[in-house]
């Protein structure tokens, strides 16, 4: 149908345009005639030079015999038709009432096609929202009424400290005497925090659902305009309309995008998101109160906004939203298994101790990943097999057993993972070895990813040192087989991690006696967005090189005793791999110990031991590697 109305508007476009085309060609022709004097014309009637006239009130048009056309202007009283007739002269009359119409609509019409073309393109420019082409300062605010698919607090879950908050205000509009009577207010705003993909705007969408009031919803770029002012503009629109509205609920999402802080950068702020943000903060909590108009709003980057916007009065709240622990997982995982039909064996605690660190956007996704790989083989529900594919896809990413490796490249990954595998498996402080797998996912040739046994909080100096043993292992096993020119680039993600994390140690957790305790980690080169006010020093830039390289080092040299200690088992595992391709936790311990798999398929089968809290996946055998799924830990 938009289609069809634009084909139509062109053709009504392209055709005016012929039309005035033609006109002015008409009218060019017209005024590139010839303009004679009367009494030029009069001689040439009387030597019989002429051979038509048209009288057009005072204007007359003449052709003559040689077929040149030229214009005259007949004196006020003048006679001229008979002599004319006398001379064998054929006269024509123009209607003078058709001539003035047609005057005047050659005159208007162009202006008026223009001004319409141009309405028409500033409409379009403007997305044809309120107000048409002069829609500039109008709120892009949509009320939103879900009459199909609306959410509710029962279709949030994993977050109930946050959702408790939220339930009170939806009470509050509810039920207002209840809180007033005690003399408690409203709350004017609420500012959801979080990391991407937590709920944020499911919670909004959950109160929208449950309120009963008007819930206006827009987004903080909406705000923002390449006109000074607009911005403004459209922050007292949005606010009337809830006035007219109140009680109600306004959601701006993403509101970091207009209310970052204000002068903060090379050169300043951006005046008109300034303009846009000092408004915000007149209508929030300004000279004239806003009774009854509740703001509520979501961000991942509470350390960029605006001191003055967050201080109670207008975000009274300031909720945080983070990622959800077992239960919350387990809670999660339940609302979005319902509309998916589930085998006997799947067991939704498992899952969500197998999957630390995911959020509720992650964990959707896995559904989502197994129901489709389900669908793929042509079941009838989802088996818990479908959930562990599902889940080594989004924590390793895609097999990509199209590629093809040469036996020495193979080979030299197994030993790779069969490194870090041991180092793991032989440092009480790592998380355990979830799976290995020397079959190429995503960017990387193999894998070994570890689980922690709980979720983690805060990571320890011991903890930190052993995982970077475990992640210099592949180094060493490389080195350790093939000799110190035989390693490959593969260590290259090994280094980038371990490096990250060491770093982290040395410079953010003071875990160097050398280094003391101080954050160095704003203030060091290479990192962004410097607001520490101090430089370092060039004696301890180089003090905290050597203090990462000697915990780096340290690792690589624990990872080489063990694996050098434990070579049987080193060599054992690294051709296990070679035979299996992929193990799991207690077939790696039985491929240690000599026992039997028991056939080819259980090298398929999920780890028994599969319940636990944190990811940490160790990249392999590529140069650059990737990132295998959420990753707790606050490096790495």
């Given amino acids: 149908m938009g289609n069809a109305r634009n084909i139509a508007f062109w053709v009504v476009l392209f055709l005016l345009i012929l039309a005035l085309f033609n006109l002015f060609s008409g009218n060019q022709s017209t005024m590139s005639s010839r303009t004679l004097s009367y009494s030029d014309f009069i001689a040439r009637v009387d030597s019989g030079e002429v051979q038509s006239v048209t009288l057009d009130g005072e204007r007359v048009v003449v052709r003559a015999r040689d077929g040149s056309q030229y214009v005259t202007i007949k004196p006020d009283g003048e006679t001229l038709t008979e002599r004319l007739i006398a001379k064998g002269v054929e006269v024509k009359a123009e209607a003078q009432e058709q001539s003035g119409f047609l005057s005047v609509l050659g005159i208007w019409l162009p202006f008026l096609v223009l001004i319409g073309v141009w309405i028409f393109f500033m409409n379009r420019m403007q997305g044809g929202g309120r107000g048409g082409a002069m829609g500039f300062g ?109 009680p109600c609920i306004v959601f701006i999402d993403e509101i970091d995008a207009v209310g970052r802080a204000r002068g903060v950068g090379i050169g300043g702020g951006n005046d008109e998101r300034e303009q846009t943000l000092n408004q915000l903060l007149v209508e929030m909590d ?52 319902r509309k998916v039909p589930l085998g006997p064996d799947v067991d939704l605690r498992t899952i969500a101790r197998g999957t630390p660190g995911f959020s509720g956007a992650d964990l959707m996704n896995l559904v989502n990943e197994a129901a489709l790989m389900a669908a793929r083989v042509g079941r009838r529900f989802v088996t818990m097999e479908d959930f562990e594919n599902a889940k080594d896809k989004v924590m390793m990413g895609a097999e990509r057993r199209s590629m093809v490796l040469t036996p020495d490249q193979k080979e030299k990954t197994a030993y790779h993972e069969a490194g870090h595998a041991i180092v793991g498996m032989n440092m009480p402080k790592c998380d355990p070895v979830y799976k290995a797998t020397i079959i190429p996912r995503g960017g990387a040739l193999g894998m070994v990813v570890s689980l922690p046994e709980m979720d983690r909080l805060n990571m320890h100096k011991d903890e930190g040192k052993q995982k970077i043993a475990m992640t210099m292992a592949g180094k060493a096993a490389e080195i350790i087989k093939y000799g110190e020119e035989g390693v490959s680039s593969g260590p290259a993600g090994d280094i980038q991690q371990a490096s990250s994390l060491a770093r982290a140690m040395v410079m953010r957790w003071g875990m160097s006696d050398k280094v003391g305790n101080i954050d160095y980690a704003e203030a060091h080169e290479g990192y962004q967005g410097n607001t520490a006010g101090f430089s370092v020093s060039a004696h301890t830039k180089e003090l905290i090189e050597d203090e990462v390289k000697k915990l780096i080092d340290e690792g690589y040299e624990t990872a080489r005793r063990i694996l050098i200690e434990k070579a049987d088992d080193f060599e054992r595992l690294a051709k296990g791999l070679l035979e299996y391709e992929t193990l799991t936790g207690d077939e790696i311990r039985k491929v240690i110990a000599g026992e039997s798999l028991g056939g080819d398929d259980d090298a398929d089968k999920p780890a028994s031991g599969g319940g636990t809290t944190s990811i940490a996946a160790i990249p392999k055998t590529k140069p650059k590697a990737p990132k295998a799924g959420p990753e707790p830990e606050p490096v790495v």
């Fill in 138 to 246: 109008k709120s892009r605010a949509k009320l939103l009424t879900e009459k199909h698919g609306r959410v509710t607090f029962d279709d949030v879950a994993g977050i109930d400290e946050a959702k408790e908050e939220l339930e009170e205000i939806v009470e509050f509009l509810r039920n207002p005497q209840k809180f007033s009577r005690l003399g408690g207010k409203i709350p004017k705003g609420a500012l959801l925090v979080g990391p991407p993909g937590t709920g944020k705007t499911l919670l909004a969408r959950a109160i929208a659902g449950e309120a009963g009031v008007p819930f206006f919803t827009i987004s903080g770029s909406d705000f923002v305009e390449m006109f000074v002012g607009v911005g403004a503009s459209r922050v007292r629109d949005m606010f009337e309309q809830a006035k007219k509205n109140a």
């Fill in 286 to 337: 300004g000279f004239e109160a806003n009774e009854g108009v509740i703001i509520v709003a979501a961000t991942n980057r509470k350390d960029v906004l605006d001191p003055a916007l967050l201080r109670p009065g207008r975000f009274d709240r300031q909720i945080h939203v983070p990622n959800p622990d077992i239960k919350g997982r387990e809670k999660i995982l339940g609302v979005h298994a």
